[in-house]
């Protein structure tokens, strides 16, 4: 079989969600510095100007943080994609990718679930090896990610027996 003749069974991408937009984040750095800047302009009123040195520092080191963990985020995602040939998870982070290829035959499916929170976590699981997907997702979105996975997984092994 070429590889023009893999069929796609599953294909999804997956990124964090991030809770701002751009103009969310500059939103709340402002939000962030402008009580800060008020209050270091009336700590030098009255004379103690050494507070507003500790003041500035951690309202700056807070926005610092904010930014620095959206960038993060905004760098990280994952592809699973499912062929006739081939299960492949495909991590990027910073611009490193890491690809894993596991075999669809034997692939298991698992699901760790949690009577209060439901789907904690999905591994694909090959003899020994587990690989985990989908830990960006929150509980809702990963189950509904284990079931279409697990759908797809059956109606390729269905449709590869028949011969279609």
Wanted: charged residues 25%; positive net charge.
């Amino acid at each position: 079989m070429t590889v023009a003749d893999n069929h796609v069974w599953f294909d999804t991408l997956i990124v964090p969600h991030l809770a701002l937009s751009g103009h969310g984040l500059r939103l709340v750095s402002i939000l962030l510095l402008a009580p800060a800047i008020v209050l270091g302009a009336t700590l030098v009123i009255f004379n103690a100007w050494p507070a507003t040195c500790f003041v500035g520092a951690e309202s700056l080191l807070a926005v610092l943080a904010l930014h620095w963990c959206a960038r993060r985020l905004s760098q990280q995602g994952e592809r699973v994609t499912l062929t006739d040939s081939d299960l492949i998870v495909e991590r990027w982070n910073r611009g490193v990718t890491r690809r894993e290829r596991l075999e669809p035959g034997w692939v298991c499916l698992e699901r760790q679930e949690h009577e209060d929170f439901g789907c904690e976590a999905i591994f694909l699981r090959v003899s020994r090896r587990r690989v985990r997907i989908g830990a960006a997702l929150g509980a809702e979105a990963r189950a509904e990610l284990a079931a279409a996975l697990q759908a797809a997984l059956e109606k390729r092994k269905q449709d590869l027996h028949l011969g279609r």
